[in-house]
């Protein structure tokens, strides 16, 4: 079963515009990883974050992590038509697992 | 280095056949993941192996699938029967541990298709 929620499920902006997605999840978490998947293939891994870390930064992307609200928002500055992707977040327990959210389908239109 | 590789890319088969997936995942990485996707939905954790062992099977959803690792590299997913709603997107990931919070790497994906 799936744990966590992205929110929106579906986000379209212009280049250069930034995006946020925000994830939910259920249980306590050892990290929670951030992921982008281009036409149903392949995942690439973004960025992770600890479970005793607030913020993170790489590049264009910022994420935060609230462990009392068990939410995390990804946040894309300067938005390309190539970050054109379904993203999403996924938990990590204290063992190897990760449970993925449904996703967010973000648009960028040139 | 080379990523984790998935065979077939694409598996068209009918329904009651028997078909195997495989991945190689990135060499000296000792974790090696199965997920399962369905359309519009996150990836579905299957099975973990750490080496050779299948250390946590819980998620495959019944006794038609089944997974093997040999020498601790590629690994083969095996699903007899196959029915109609087990067409999806078949990932495999490797790590190069399962402590840690490691990240996961991806391949491809295999598309199957049961017709």
């Known amino acids: 079963s799936q744990q966590g929620e992205e929110d929106p499920q579906a986000l379209s902006i212009q280049e250069g515009e930034n995006a946020t997605m925000n994830c939910s999840y259920k249980?306590?978490?050892?990290?929670l990883q951030w992921y982008r998947q281009n036409s149903g293939r392949g995942l690439v891994h973004l960025i992770l974050?600890?479970?005793?870390?607030r913020e993170k930064h790489s590049g264009r992307l910022r994420v935060t992590l609230d462990t009392s609200k068990k939410s995390s928002s990804l946040l894309i500055t300067a938005s390309r038509a190539a970050d054109t992707a379904s993203y999403f977040c996924a938990s990590g327990g204290s063992n190897y697992k990760l449970t993925f959210g449904k996703g967010t389908l973000l648009t960028v239109n040139p | 280095g080379a990523g984790v590789s998935q065979t077939p890319s694409n598996k068209v088969t009918e329904k009651g056949k028997y078909v195997e997936l495989r991945c190689d995942p990135i060499s000296g990485h000792t974790a090696l993941y199965w997920y399962r996707q369905s359309l519009g939905q996150g990836p579905e954790f299957l099975i973990y192996f750490q080496g050779t062992g299948a250390a946590d099977d819980s998620g495959l959803p019944n006794d038609r699938f089944f997974a093997v690792r040999p020498e601790g590299s590629v690994s083969t997913l095996k699903i007899q029967r196959t029915e109609r709603g087990d067409s999806a997107v078949y990932l495999c990931?490797?790590?190069?541990?399962?402590?840690?919070?490691?990240?996961?790497?991806f391949g491809p994906g295999t598309r199957l298709t049961v017709t």
């Open positions: 990931a490797s790590s190069p541990s399962a402590t840690g919070g490691y990240e996961q790497y």
């Open positions: 974050i600890r479970s005793n870390e």
């Open positions: 249980t306590s978490i050892n990290n």
